[in-house]
Nanobody, 127 residues
């Protein structure tokens, strides 16, 4: 089964940028819709974005639209989340996910319900 490994997290000041990477192993990410979730301390896990296979259609939660961009490089077996103009409320542990389907109709349930999760990576936004 495909495994997901996140990288690229860290600490950034408000207004700064980070690019998260999700590398696949044990399978091709090109076969699946891939999404990102996040969880801040004391809060519920929430969907952030999703990209489908084939048509590369994308979905974003409203609070990140215009600031985050999800993309995929099938040759590199990697999906990216470019995060610009980061805000303190974006601070969380970010998880790369897939539902092992080819299409996502949303960034979270019910359009995208992950069944495979990466280990998560920390993003801190602080001045």
């Amino acid at each position: 089964q495909v495994q997901l490994v996140e990288s690229g997290g860290g600490t950034v000041q408000p207004g700064g940028s980070l690019r998260l990477s999700c590398a696949g192993s044990g399978g091709s990410l090109a076969s699946y819709a891939i999404g990102w979730f996040r969880q801040a301390p004391g809060k519920e896990r929430e969907g952030v974005s999703c990209i489908s296979r084939d048509d590369n259609s994308t979905h974003y939660r409203n609070s990140v639209k215009g600031r985050f961009t999800i993309s995929r490089d099938d040759a590199a077996n990697t999906v990216y989340l470019q995060m610009d103009n980061l805000k303190p409320e974006d601070a969380a542990t970010y998880y790369c996910t897939t539902d092992l389907e080819y299409y996502c109709s949303g960034y979270g349930p019910p359009g995208f319900i992950p069944t495979v999760w990466g280990q998560g990576i920390q993003v801190t936004v602080s001045s």
